[in-house]
């Protein structure tokens, strides 16, 4: 009765390819806009921002790039954390150097570093494959960390290692720093998560998402009919480390604020994100969300519970919030290997009959 | 001979003996690996696992005494003074087995089929699992190992090696630790046993036949499930082989779980695989790091170590993409 197809026509080519084809979904991702954008910002504190909502917006940024990567041409990645490193590091070096420069821009900017690095990182893809790429990846992980705790330059030789970031506006109004209002921030992050999704959205359905698509089902095949492989396989490289330097310049610059590269960009990172792309669903720009809010929140709300409600110690509740972690992980695994993203596309294959069997 | 070719000799000599400790880590992933194509994540956790299994039955801690002590507001730790070594060993390797079970029983049973990289979070899913149970039934401090084994440098071969060196020169000899020879014997031993094992036994050409084709071993009545149950149990045992060896050199504690991010490169070279391979892998990454840290690092700051494995092992993949001794990739359409 709520989601139906009927009555909705469509009379060009157009319309009957948009994102959302459907009226109530349209009217339902509209709505969820104008709350995020509208609503939300009137009534975020300091808790909801630095605990909830813009890790929240980061990671499904990281995760949307790493989704590129891994769910759209099927290259896994476990360097996810030093590509953040790099994102992180060249906001860092840029805001540094260049104070006038507008933020937004050292944000692109980074992404801009982090896309030739993780370029420059893609090329053994072009002969490794499927684990042995993964392990591969972990090379750039590792170098990339040793890199920027060896050698102060990158970290305008502070005695700490640390990078701290420092107050940078936009509009005139501060987005970084320790004195950044909560609802600035918050906007700063949806704003430019909103402009990479909509961009990813349209990248995956046209001619390069089918051509990483292509390599993702079967690379020699596509290599036959004429998509390059070389091509193919570092523009996805560029793209998804693109995203991941974007969001690893935010969670820096506006997320944490201060960073040590090795506590901040270590290995855990690269498997959170993957995790999220896994557990979200992986092709699918929808999973990505779903899995970074699953990923982000549980660990929230099961820390409130524990420490909040039960009033354990808060190491045996961290250790039984691992346990859980891991546990659901295995379990959504078995329930559901295609991700959150295919629940919900159940769901809406049901909703449609609803409240008919067939 | 001159005292800096002895140091060549002396850092190549602790390489090797390095790499003998990553390939007993190494050989865990094979296993699985060749049995039932799984990349078995959770083998550093589980060395860990095993080591303070075995670390809490000998000095008798109360499993899950934290959390009891959080929920009652008791005050459990040691139900008494522990129980011998041997037996520790045996009811450590009786917990690997039982952990063998549950796992196939709870998860490898539902994920028969899957693509590798879902097993593959799965198993990453299960070294979390694993790591927090862990820390919650035995503590997260750190514990020392003391099974009995000897340690410490070797006087004898420290004057051997002193009278090797030319007149007049100052050299004081070679420094061998013990306990990395005793690890090195031992992985020898182990290596042996399961080569023989999968080669004399039935449940061993059992093992073999499912590394070969799943659906042809099925075909002739070999049971899928009791063979991963095996082999899990295989790899839990070689994981309690390797923590027993990690935990006595740098004591039970969190790190101990890393060792698995020190085999994949060895992995990587020595293919997935082959079990050869993981020791040759082994031998050479061990050598390679220790030579690159003495004679390499000096000119770019030191702290190498964490990285060159993986940057060897990807020149070497460069140019044989299936590993030293892995299986050739064949592709078809």
């Not at chain 1, 030093?82 to 992180?88: H, L, N, Q, S, T």
């Not at chain 1, 036959?224 to 560029?238: C, H, N, Q, W, Y």
């Not at chain 1, 919030?321 to 049901?350: D, N």
């Not at chain 2, 007149?167 to 014997?185: K, R």
């Amino acid at each position: 009765m709520l989601y139906r197809e009927a009555g909705d026509f469509k009379t060009d080519y157009r319309s009957d390819q948009q994102t959302f084809p459907i009226k109530s979904e349209r009217y339902l991702f509209w709505a969820t806009m104008i709350v995020a954008f509208c609503i939300v910002p009137f009534f975020i504190n300091s808790y909801w921002e630095k605990s909830v909502l813009v890790p929240l917006l980061v990671w499904s940024l990281i995760a949307l790039g790493l989704n590129i990567l891994t769910g759209y041409c099927g290259q896994v990645s476990l360097g996810t954390g030093g590509f953040m490193a790099v994102g992180a590091f060249a906001c860092y070096k840029l805001m540094t150097a260049f104070p006038d420069l507008n933020i937004f821009f050292v944000v692109i900017l980074s992404g801009v570093v982090t896309a030739l690095v993780g370029m420059l990182f893609g090329l053994p893809s072009l002969r490794i494959k499927g684990f042995y790429l993964a392990v591969a990846t972990l090379a750039a992980q590792f170098f990339l960390i040793w890199v920027f705790n060896k050698f102060d330059w990158f970290y305008n030789y502070s005695p700490s290692g640390q990078i701290t970031a420092p107050p940078r506006d936009i509009f005139g109004i501060t987005v970084t720093g320790p004195n950044a209002p909560p609802w600035a921030t918050y906007l700063f992050c949806l704003t430019i998560l909103f402009i990479f999704a909509w961009v990813a959205r349209n990248l995956t359905r046209g001619r390069v998402g089918r051509s990483w698509m292509a390599i993702r089902d079967m690379d020699i095949a596509a290599e036959i009919i004429g998509v390059e492989p070389l091509r193919t396989k570092l523009s996805a490289f560029a793209v998804s480390s693109f995203y991941i330097g974007v969001g690893g310049a935010l969670f820096f610059s506006v997320y944490l604020g201060a960073a040590e590269v090795t506590e901040a960009f270590g290995i855990d990172k690269s498997f959170l994100a993957l995790f999220m792309v896994i557990i979200g669903g992986l092709g699918s720009i929808l999973g990505s969300f779903l899995g970074a809010a699953f990923l982000i929140l549980m660990p929230v709300l099961l820390k409130n519970i524990f420490v909040g409600t039960l009033g354990w110690p808060t190491d045996v509740a961290a250790h039984i919030q691992i346990m859980l972690i891991g546990g659901l992980i295995v379990l959504f695994l078995i329930v559901e290997p295609h991700g959150l993203a295919q629940l919900w596309r159940l769901t809406k294959e049901k909703l449609r009959l609803w409240p008919f069997p067939y | 001979m001159s005292p800096a070719f002895l140091n060549l000799i002396e850092t190549t000599l602790n390489g090797l003996m390095a790499g003998v400790m990553y390939s007993l880590v190494a050989l865990g992933f094979v296993l699985i690996f060749k049995a039932s194509g799984i990349f078995n994540f959770a083998q550093g956790v589980m060395a860990l696992f095993a080591a303070l299994t075995l670390v809490g039955f000998q000095t008798g801690q109360v499993p899950f005494a934290h959390l009891i002590n959080a929920i009652f507001g008791t005050d459990l730790h040691h139900w008494g003074p522990g129980v011998p070594t041997f037996l520790a060993i045996l009811m450590a390797m009786a917990v690997m087995v039982l952990m063998a079970f549950l796992i196939e029983r709870l998860v490898l049973k539902h994920l028969v089929n899957q693509e590798p990289i879902i097993l593959f979070m799965a198993t990453i899913g299960l070294a979390y699992f694993l790591e927090g149970m862990g820390d919650l039934m035995w503590g997260a401090d750190i514990k020392p190992m003391n099974v009995g084994l000897p340690s410490g440098g070797s006087f004898w071969w420290e004057d051997v090696t002193r009278e090797w060196a030319s007149e007049g020169s100052e050299y004081y000899g070679m420094y061998i630790d013990t306990l990395d020879v005793t690890a090195a014997l031992i992985a020898i031993a182990l290596v042996s046993i399961l080569t023989i094992f999968s080669q004399y036994t039935a449940t061993g050409r059992a093992l073999r036949a499912v590394a070969d084709d799943h659906q042809a071993a099925l075909s002739v009545g070999i049971s899928l499930r009791t063979i991963w149950v095996i082999v899990w149990s295989i790899a839990g045992f070689v994981a309690l082989v390797a923590g027993i060896m990690w935990g006595a050199k740098s004591g039970v504690q969190f790190s101990l779980s890393l060792i698995a991010l020190k085999a994949l490169p060895v992995l990587i070279l020595g293919g997935f695989t082959s079990i050869p391979g993981a020791i040759v892998g082994g031998l050479i990454i061990g050598v390679g790091e220790k030579l690159a840290e003495a004679y390499i690092g000096p000119l770019v700051g030191g702290a190498i170590e964490n990285w060159f494995a993986y940057m060897l092992a990807l020149a070497f993949l460069l140019f044989r993409p299936q590993g030293l001794f892995g299986e050739r990739i064949i592709e078809r359409i």
